[in-house]
Every structure is written in C-alpha cells, then in structure tokens.
C-alpha cells in the first residue's frame, strides 16, 4: 500500500475525528454549550489529537527502522554460504536482490535463490506496509475511541490541546541544536575515523597534499600525503584577496550611504547592492572562470607577466565582489548606530564632514566594523564555488597570486563528488577539512557576533 | 611701571596678531581641508561606482552569452523513409518503430543533397551537421504518430549540431584561421549552400524549456533541473517554514529567559553564519549514510537546505513578531484569551507578511545554493525529468555547475541561459518578497 494513501487515510480520520468531538461536546452539554469548560473547537482537536499524532509517531519509527528490519530478516533467510561472506560482498548480493525486486538488472545473470530472496524481499515489503497501515489505523480508532469516551462538559480540552502545542513549540526550537549537534558528532565522528589512518600531527602541519590512495599497494605514490597546510595557505591567500577588494569598497560605499547620499539616492543604491547579495555563488563562479580569470590572463601576457588561468588572484577578486554587499550593508547599519550627537559635536568645531567620519564616526564604529569584517573572513573562509569553478586543483605551498593555488572547500568537494567507498582515507579526509572549516568559522563568528553585540549595546 | 604697560600692550597685540595667524594658518589649510574632504567623498562615489560596474559587467556577459540559448537553427532534410529500414516485417509495432534505424536514413539523405562528398572523413563531417540525437528524435516521433508516412519522402526540420548552431549565431567566427577554428572552410561552405537553398532557419527553442540534460548542447534543456529546484525547494518549504515559525514563537513569545533559551539564540545565530557545505557534509554523513536515504534525491536535497534556512527563517520570523506592539497582546489577554490563543489569533496573523517575506528571502537562498547540494549526490547527469521526491534529481545551480564544466562552445551559451532561467525565478521570488513587505507592511 503506498504511503500517500495511508497518509491520506489518516488525514480524513483525523478530520472525521475532529467533527465527531465537537459534536459530542456540543451534545454532553445538551444544547447549553456556555457550560462546557472550552470552546466546542478545542473537544475536536483534542479528539484530532488523539487520533493522529500516535499513528503518525509510529509511521516515523517504522520508516527509520524498515530498512533494517526488512534487511535482517532478508539476510536470515538467505543460504548458510551466502550470510558467511564478507561485508562487503554480501552488500553486493544485498544490492542485486533490490535491484531485481524493483525490477531492474543485476549486475550478472541472477541465480534462482537471488529470485527467490528478491520475491522474498518484495513479499516483506508489501506485508510490511500492510502491517504499518493496520496498525496506524488501529491506532487511529483506538484514539478517537478513547479521546471521545474522556469529552465530558468538564473536560478542560483547551488546556490539553495548549499544552500539546507548547511540546511542539519547544520542540522546533530544539531543532536548530540538534542540527549542531548533528554537524559537530558526524564531523567528529568521521574524522576521528580519519586520524585513525593519518596522525594529526601529519594533518596539521604536514606540507604535502596529494590524497590519492592506491588500488594496489605497490603502486607509486600508495601512501597518499594528507599534509593541509598547502590548503590553509591557499584559503588564506584567496580570502586575503577577497578582503582587499571587499573591505575598502564596502567600507567606503557603506560610508557614502550612510553619510553623504541623499535620502533618494540611498533608496536607489541599496536595493543594487541587495541584487549583488542575491547572485547565487554559482553564477559568481562562472563570471570568475569565464570572464574574469581570462581578463586577467591576457592582461599579464600584454604585460609580459604569466598569470594562469586558474590564478588566486581571480578567484579572490570575485570572491571579493560577492562580499561588497555583505560588508557595506554590515558597516551600514554600524556606522548609522552611531549617536548623532557626536557627529554634532564634531561638526560643530568646525571639523568638515570627511575629517569627522575619520577622527569620530570611524574610531566609535570600529569594534562593529571590525566584528562585520571578521564575518565577511568567515565567509570567504567558507565560500566554495566560486573557488571550485575559477581556483585550480594543484595543492602548490605558494603566497603568489598569480599562481593556481587550492583551499579547503575545493578539496572537500573533489575528495567526495564521484564514487568512493566510504572508509578510505580519501573521503575521510574531506570530513576532517570539513570539521576544521567548521571549528575556525565557529570561532571567527563567535568573536565577531560577541564584539558586534558588545557594541551594539554600548549606543543603546 | 611703564614698562610693564608696555609689555602689556605688547602682549594684546602678541595675542591678536597669533589670533590673526592662526586664522591665516587655518585659511591656508582650508584648500587642502577642503580637497581632502572632495577627495574622500569621491572615494566613496568610485566605491558604488565599481560595485555597479561589476554587476553591469556579470550581468552583460551572461546575456550577451546566453540570450542566443532561446533560438535554436535547423536544417529541413528530405528523408526518403525506406520501410525495409525501418519496419522490415512489416508489423508497425510501436516498439520496433521506435528503435528503427533512422540515423542511416538521415545519413542517406545527407548524402544525396551532397554527392559530391565522397570520402570517410568529409562523410562523417557532413553527417555532423545536423543533431544525430535531435534528428532521430523528430523522425521516430513523426513516424510514430502517423505510421502511414512509410515509404514516402519527408521534408522535416531537425535540429542542427552544435558546431553549425554556433557557427549561425555568430559565436564561431568566420575571419579565425581554418587550423583554430572548430568548423572547416568545407564545413561552411555546406552550411552556406544549405541556407542558399533555403533549409537553414532559427526558430524559439521550446526544447531548451521542455528537456532534461543531455550529452548534446543543441538537446540540453534546463526543465529536468527546473523540476528537480521545484522539488527540493517544496520540502524545504514545508520543513522550514512551520518549523522555523514555531521556534520564532516560541522563542519570542513564551520562552523562559534562562542558559537554556540563551544557548538557543547563540546558535542560531551561529548556524546562520556556518559553511553551507558543512550542511552537506551533515546530510551526506547523517542522512546518506546513516539513514540509508536515497542518493541524488529532492527529498533528501530538501531537508538540507531546510536545514541551512531554518536559522533565517527564525531570524525573520522573531524580527517579525517583536515588531508587533505588545498592546495588541495585552488588549487580547485583557479580554480573557489564553496566552496560546492571544499569540495564534492575534500576534501572528499580523506578523505573518513579515514572516513571509523573510521566508521567501530564505527560500530565495536554498534555490540559489550548490555547494552543499554535489555533496548529497545531485550533481550526477540525470537525463530524465524526475517525477517524485525520491527519483534522481539535480536543480537548476547544479545544472549551471555541470554545464559549466562542460568543454563544448555550446555549452557556454547554455549555461549562461540557464542562469538566465535561474535569475528570473530569484528576481521573480524577490519581487514578490519585496511586494508582500509594501502590501501588508504595518506601521504601528
């Protein structure tokens, strides 16, 4: 039975019992309902309630665990020599079983048990699915039979119904830590995984990346060098260009809103760079390896200088233009906190308007300032593809710009797009980067939340 | 005595005439004072000045490359259509139709309106004018929807390849030097013949919009990786919408202010500002490999990016719901609603076009964002339009990545249209945020 039908089912119990408590509220009070405890309302959702949130609880739980279940008992069924085989290869006959029972190929000309076990496989499912509708509809009339005997005038079904709204209030709120949670344990969990095979000292401080593992073991170069710092220098490299060209232009077009433009022409410039804020990176990506990175590669040849094509200094520049909005609107609203009456203050001794920005706008501004572009490090830190799409792959230990040089994010996204096994150290290794982009981003927006706050609440 | 009158008046005139210089002193600096302050304020301007040529120049180079996307040349060919070729038994059975040779025919026919072709290479190069792909496609369906046409002559339209559709735009210059070039002078001189002979036309490339991925530029089409955006963006919506505005609440109106509430702000805050590829290193770890969900899928896509814009949604969606005056709450428990009652019957419905707006903004985000999306799988080719929440999908930035990377010319153009595509829909979800805020905006 497919889902959607037994989910429709519910929906309609659910329905039904809602009309069927308000009437049996309406009816308890035998016409008078000013002597029920709440409105009629509230007896049908309290009925609705009880009618689908136990059968849906246990539609969750099955969907979580089918796949094992049916797994296991596929597996017990199968011949002794079959289940004595490895992991991996057992993994396989496990797939072509599906494979056939969806009615797709195997991988070679199936044998009569694979058949049998893929009947086997397709009967478990059916009668799974029949046995969760059962039971959830089971479930469904036992709840609507059991809210419906409680409704009574004195029922305090307002109450109920609020307090079950609260859980599911509090429990949306959780969402957002479970998430955390979520990033750190898998990030630490694979990872811990990873420094099983590599040293983190290795990891670290090692100066030489070349992730390939070999398929034989005497092949050259078997070992792979998971040494990061090549990636760190060229994250650091291509967000150091990033904030060259974002600081000074969003600082100074956030000043010139703020401080000089008239109030039409703010309306108008705010909403362009709110444009350049909602470009996809993607798109940023592309401009990056069609336009720009070109433009400069033909400038350096005019020039007699070699850039390459896949330079940091074009990927850093893009990188850069992305950022403008987030600095300018950051240093905005910062520098637009400041009290007027300094700026009063200073203009009033005669200082010009320039002369009061730099020697009292900006020293009051700066902790905001510098708490807005320490987010805009985390993001270019974090940025990936625009770096994908314009920056190389060579992991090269280079500060030169015009050079190809690759970052954190490349390598994540190389090491696990195609198919890898799971466990070998290569694709272990992009969790590791990804654990390490997590913990200096998480510590680049702390500091930088925290200041921004610290300064917000010293103008307010 | 008078000495000290002297030196009195000695000192006024000493105060008055440093007076005068300072004056002096501060007049000489007011040129330079005031240059300084011009100098500044044209820094400012050169600033937006630069941000809006950038955007002017990203925005000129995808349409100026894309624009062309949206007409396709074909080339009319009459294709004798040999029933010994096609239907050899003679049983016109849909499956035998569809499978038929026609690309042997096609080549016939090409070889007929050039006999003078003769050797293999020149062959395979005028067989590579029109789209193998494209033309068997146009044969098979006009053979299958009326059968009778075999053993007749057909004049049809095909597609042309993607070498010639770049040659006709213009995008493939003719003044190159035949060796840097990827058309030959034969090559040209063909397509010049045909277009004399009037079998040579552009026409709007329903295709493009109608398609999913393929190998071949000229029958690319963005709608499979349209549908897959539709898709994932549906689960993100129904994730982290109703989620997003119960936390807001929550949060805003009925929350303790205790650490635990505090430990919920700090990281919200802090998700909002995390990597989005670490989402995708979260849904590859957890829901891939842990949970067993299917690769590639909308489904799976969804909760991730329901994941990354859960923190803006509640971000908004607190923004929201403060500016809603706390007279309203208090008239409405003043006349004996509950707390739960005041908040869903009053506050909310009138945070609600904030909220909104904050959502589509967030959804705006999801639709744009890749990175986490080739960690879960959805950057494989997929030539198929996927049809449910669980078949194999890739959505439209993907799309953009993949063709990006692609070598052909024609890809170029391609992408660049599908950008297009993609900005009209992010443009389209922007304006409707921005109409919703002018619409319902409440100034209390």
């Known amino acids: ?211 390939q593992t070999a398929l034989r073991s005497d092949q050259v170069g078997s070992t792979g060098l998971f040494g990061a710092v090549p990636l760190f220098v060229g994250t650091l490299l291509i967000s150091f260009i990033a904030m060259c060209v974002a600081a000074p232009v969003g600082l100074l077009s956030a000043i010139y809103m703020a401080e000089y433009a008239p109030y039409k022409v703010r309306a108008a410039l705010k909403p362009m760079l709110e444009i350049l804020a909602g470009i996809p990176t993607v798109v940023y990506g592309f401009f990056a390896a069609l336009t720009v990175a070109p433009f400069f590669r033909d400038l350096g040849a005019s020039g007699g200088i070699m850039i390459s094509s896949e330079s940091a200094l074009a990927a850093g520049v893009v990188m850069g233009i992305m950022i403008i909005p987030f600095v300018s609107s950051i240093a905005d609203d910062v ?88 466990d070998s150290a290569k694709t272990l290794a992009a969790f590791a980067l990804g654990l390490l982009l997590f913990c200096v981003t998480l510590v680049l927006n702390i500091i930088a939340l925290t200041v921004v706050n610290k300064y917000r609440e010293q103008y307010e | 005595m008078s000495e000290t009158i002297a030196s009195d008046t000695f000192a006024l005139t000493d105060i008055s005439t440093q007076k005068e210089a300072t004056a002096e002193a501060v007049r000489q600096s007011l040129k330079k004072r005031y240059s300084a302050e011009r100098r500044f304020r044209f820094y400012g301007v050169m600033a937006l000045v630069f941000a809006f040529l950038m955007l002017v120049v990203l925005f000129a180079t995808i349409f100026s490359n894309g624009y062309s996307a949206f007409v ?33 025919l096609i080549k016939q026919s090409l070889r007929e309106t050039f006999p003078e072709v003769r050797s293999r290479r020149d062959k395979k190069k005028l067989y590579g004018l029109v789209s193998q792909l494209g033309a068997n496609d146009a044969l098979s369906d006009l053979v299958l929807q009326n059968p009778v046409v075999i053993g007749k002559t057909v004049s049809i339209w095909v597609p042309a390849s993607d070498d010639v559709d770049m040659l006709v735009k213009g995008h493939i210059s003719r003044d190159v030097p035949e060796k840097e070039r990827r058309v030959s ?154 707390r739960v009652q005041t908040i869903f019957h009053h506050v909310l419905p009138l945070a609600m076009p904030g909220i909104l707006t904050g959502s589509i903004i967030g959804m705006a985000r999801a639709l744009g964002e890749t990175a986490p999306l080739l960690m879960i799988g959805m950057v494989a080719f997929i030539a198929d339009i996927p049809q449910g929440f669980t078949d194999p999908a890739t959505v439209l930035p993907v799309q953009v990545y993949l063709w990006a990377d692609s070598p052909e010319r024609a890809f170029v153009e391609k992408t660049s249209a599908a950008i297009i595509v993609l900005l009209v829909f992010l443009v389209t979800m922007n304006a409707l945020a921005v109409w919703l805020r002018q619409k319902f905006e409440n100034r209390w």
């Open chain 1, 1 to 211: 039975m497919p889902l959607s039908i037994i989910l429709g089912t519910l929906v309609i119990l659910t329905l039904i019992g809602f009309y069927m408590g308000r009437s049996r509220a309406v009816a308890s009070s035998s016409g008078d309902i000013r002597i029920l405890h709440s409105l009629p309302g509230y007896y049908g959702y309290f009925v609705a309630i009880w009618c689908g949130v136990p059968a849906l609880l246990v539609a969750a739980g099955w969907l979580a665990f089918e796949p094992q279940i049916v797994q296991g008992l596929l597996i017990s069924s199968l011949p002794e020599d079959v289940q004595k085989l490895s992991d991996n290869r057992l993994k396989l006959v496990l797939n072509d079983i599906m494979n056939i029972a969806a009615g797709g190929i195997a991988s070679k000309k199936p044998d009569p048990e694979i058949l049998k076990a893929a009947e086997y496989y397709n009967s478990l499912k059916s009668t799974g699915s029949v046995a969760l509708a059962g039971v959830m509809f089971a479930l469904a009339v036992a709840g609507i039979t059991y809210a419906r005997s409680k409704i009574n005038p004195d029922l305090r079904a307002r109450n109920n119904v609020e307090k079950f709204i609260m859980v599911i209030l509090i429990a949306s709120s959780t969402i957002a830590i479970l998430t955390t949670v979520g990033i750190v344990f898998s990030l630490l969990f694979e990872s811990l995984r990873f420094f099983q095979k590599v040293a983190p000292v290795d990891f670290l401080f090692g100066l030489e990346w070349s992730p």
């Open chain 1, 335 to 422: 520098i637009t906190a400041v009290p007027q009456a300094m700026r009063e203050g200073s203009l009033g001794l005669g200082a010009t308007k320039s002369e009061t920005i730099k020697r009292v706008i900006l020293p009051a501004a700066l902790p905001g300032i510098v708490g807005g572009l320490l987010l805009a490090v985390s993001r270019a830190i974090g940025e990936t593809m625009i770096v994908v799409m314009a920056a190389g792959l060579a992991a090269k230990l280079s500060v030169n710009p015009l050079e190809a040089v690759t970052t954190v994010t490349v390598q994540i996204v190389t090491l696990l797009v195609g198919d890898q096994e799971f």
């Open chain 2, 72 to 104: 396709q040349t074909m080339i009319r060919i009459d294709v004798k259509l040999d029933a010994e070729t096609i239907d050899p038994k003679g049983t016109r059975d849909p499956a035998v139709l569809l499978r038929a040779g026609y690309g042997l």
């Open chain 2, 185 to 338: 002078n034969k090559e040209i001189a063909w397509i010049d013949t045909i277009k004399a002979q009037d079998r040579l036309k552009t026409q709007f490339n329903t295709n493009f919009f109608t398609a999913g991925d393929s190998r071949e530029p000229e029958m690319a089409g963005v709608w499979g990786a349209a549908m897959g955006s539709l898709l994932t963006l549906a689960v993100t919506l129904l994730l982290s919408f109703p989620l997003g505005v119960s936390a807001a609440v929550y949060l805003e109106e009925s929350a303790p202010k205790n650490r635990w509430t505090q430990i919920i702000e700090v990281n919200i805050n802090n998700l909002a500002a995390v990597p989005s590829i670490v989402f995708g290193l979260l849904g590859l770890a957890v829901l891939l490999n842990f949970m067993g969900m299917p690769r590639s899928a909308p489904v799976v896509g969804g909760i991730v990016l329901a994941l990354m814009t859960l923190p803006t949604v509640i971000i908004a969606g607190r923004a929201a719901l403060t500016s809603v005056p706390p007279s309203i709450r208090e008239a409405a428990l003043g006349v004996g609603a509950s």
